[in-house]
């Protein structure tokens, strides 16, 4: 089975600044598919992106970016010039690339709440 | 507009009653799922279904009662619970095994059992 790590409950940055938060799996699958989501105060989790472990390239949206370590199962987060709107509780997850039913579901980690400090 | 809408937003419940959750998605997606998120703790997966059909139930107790009369509605009904089932229960849906697009969140029911 799968497993997702994160091992900070809590970060905090100052705002316009860089955040990185850590996540980890485990798996003995090749081909996968790993997430960042947020959930603000209003509940509604929000994809943030997503990394194909297949693909070398380190994905970026905007003002996010991961680091991809697949040796070392390791998908680190950075939010580079932070806003007070990047305030949320953030979750790492992992997908399955295998395409059976049942292998769509999402592994969740514990999740890192973020504050950002004016 | 989140794609994902469920109703009611919170329920507080006693815990004899008789209580649905409700969840519609407009996205075209096959697959919808229901999680649970209690605090500190991972979202756990309850049920799965793809195309209407359930593949997936991740031994839940049966005071869960999930309902899929379509690919666009899913439902979680609930009698005799617990006061550890208070929590907030978030249905998601996704194109389904077959795509490698990522699942979509509504906002999710706060419960509270009292």
């Known amino acids: 089975a799968q497993t997702v790590t994160q091992s900070q409950p809590e970060m905090s940055v100052q705002e316009a600044e860089t955040v990185t938060l850590s996540c980890t799996y485990d798996t003995s699958e090749s081909d996968y598919y790993l997430f960042w989501y947020k959930q603000p105060p209003s509940r509604q989790m929000i994809l943030v992106i997503r990394q194909e472990a297949y693909k070398q390239q380190n994905a970026t949206e905007n003002r996010f970016s991961v680091n991809f370590q697949k040796a070392a199962k390791s998908f680190s987060l950075k939010i580079s010039d932070s806003q007070l709107g990047d305030a949320a509780m953030y979750f790492c997850?992992?997908?399955?690339?295998?395409?059976?039913?049942?292998?769509?579901?999402?592994?969740f980690g514990t999740g890192t709440r973020l504050t950002i400090i004016p | 507009e989140t794609g994902v809408t469920q109703t009611p937003r919170h329920l507080v419940m006693g815990m004899t009653n008789k209580k649905s959750l409700k969840c519609e998605q407009h996205l075209g997606h096959n697959a919808m799922y229901w999680y649970k998120q209690s605090a500190k703790k991972p979202l756990e997966l309850m049920f799965v279904y793809n195309f209407k059909e359930q593949t997936e139930n991740n031994s839940v107790p049966s005071r869960f009662s999930p309902e899929c009369p379509n690919s666009s509605h899913l439902f979680l009904h609930l009698h005799t619970l617990q006061p550890e089932d208070s929590a907030l229960y978030l249905c998601?849906?996704?194109?389904?095994?077959?795509?490698?697009?990522?699942?979509?969140f509504g906002d999710g029911t706060r419960l509270s059992i009292l």
């Open positions: 997850a992992y997908r399955s690339g295998i395409s059976n039913f049942g292998n769509e579901k999402l592994t």
């Open positions: 998601a849906s996704s194109h389904g095994p077959n795509s490698n697009q990522p699942q979509h």
